[in-house]
């Protein structure tokens, strides 16, 4: 395990009473004598962190894997009575530290709660519990002739539940939009163990507020999903791919702003610069152009003839932004092969070291801008950087790379260099009319960012959100606000 490194002080999340844990134990073995609770301590390690590995995490007092809704309620009401604080989870690959544990506090895994509740064709719905993960989904109702979009790259090991609360994003929302784009209703339970739905199966719906996109991507502070009714689409024709391969940033940026404005509708339009492209050609020998500085990978979902087309026209977009080389996959399991590629990129990184993953988005025409001001900030701090992204999205993620020595120390000032390196990317981001965070969300990792970003206004808002559905505060407290 790597030990916690990060570039600003730890959120330290309010301590828990030894006393007011071992009471919630005791309750939940007589209220819910048939639950999964685990309590031994090499157990709940497993669940004091999400993919964030360098960032500050608690040791959950007791980790529970309920199977109902009820015992969800039951679990979240015990911890109220005991003002013990609840840490929704699903998988734990989330990148911003908002599935991380706390000390004493009670972490609800929802994996076990995995069941498909019904698929309906003539509705284009699905009806799920959260803990499904997001491939075993898309495979349900692939065999119903369907098509749930939301695609995040770690999509074979997270969860419904935690694209909901993050609102995932993903490769295919340049067309598909994120997760919430995708979501018509939701069971939640509430800080006070009672149960709400929100939505329903109609597409259009607009009684009332819209309770259902508040809670998504709100990283279960306000409360925890029990269930998902989700909007499907009839399977698109397999993908036509093609990457294209460019001599600078600036020249992939402006292809990515001519596509944007072109009516082109691409199913996948990705980016990796020259340092991701190298680790992934490292690690899964691809063969691909090394010299490039920027590569991007843009795929179409139309039927075939369709399809040529949209790929013909990209490519000559691309090439009038000065592309130099493009391939395009010879059949559907090459296609596979190098989408896999992409979407083991971190983990390409990942073996030379630590990695900093951001996720920062702009608007779309100011992408160039962005790559190059993430660029010029690594230089400045003298970071490793290797940025790829969804770029179609203006959703880039600079991956900050810390090699070990041999005695597996890292870089003296390392910290110091990354906190630099990152104030200059958010800022930037920020100052090109963009966000902190595109898809990963705020979690504990960017808390500070926040009212930068929305002002204190709108963070009042939330703030007053937050109070009126969570009083007590025991919701995953010291995660977004
Ligand atoms: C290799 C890799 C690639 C990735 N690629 C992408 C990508 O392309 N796009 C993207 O958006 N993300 C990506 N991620 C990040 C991550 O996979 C997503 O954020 C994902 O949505 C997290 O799902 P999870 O089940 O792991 O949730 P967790 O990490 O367990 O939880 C995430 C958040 O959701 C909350 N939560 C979990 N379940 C519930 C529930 N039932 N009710 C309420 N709140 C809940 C948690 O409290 C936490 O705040 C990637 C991660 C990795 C490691």
Redesign the pocket.
Known sequence: MTEPFHARPPVVPPAVRPAATAALVAGIGRRLPGLRLLVDPTDRESYRR??TSYAPAGLPGAVALPTTTGEVAELVRLAGEHGVPV?????????????TGIDGGLT????R?DRVLDIDRGDLVAVTQ??I??ATLKASVAEHGLFYP??????E???????????????C?VKYG??REAVLGLE?VLADGSVIRTGGRAVKDVAGYALTQL?VG?????????EATLRLRPAPPPRTTMLVFFPSLAAAGSAVAGLAVSGLLPVTLELMDRATIAAVDDWQELGLDREAEAMLMIESDLPAAAAAEELAAAERICAAAGSTSMVRAADAQEADWLRQAR?????ALERYGVVH?E?VGVPRARVMDLLLAIDDAARRHGVETATFG?AGDGNLHPNFVFRRDASGALPAGAEEALAAVQADVYAAALALGGTVT????I?TTRREWLVRQRGEGAVGVMRAIKAALDPAGIM?PG??L
């Open positions: 999400d993919e840490v929704p989870r699903g998988a734990g690959t989330g990148l911003s530290g908002g599935a609800i895994a929802l994996t709660m959260p803990g993960v997001n939301p695609d995040p790259a770690s999509y090991l997270c969860t419904i539940g935690g694209n909901l609360g993050t609102n995932a994003g993903g490769l929302c994120q997760t939640v809670f709100s990283q279960g502070t306000l409360g925890i999903v029990t979407r083991m990129a971190l983990r993953m996720d969804h595109a898809e990963h969300g979690g995953n995660k977004v």
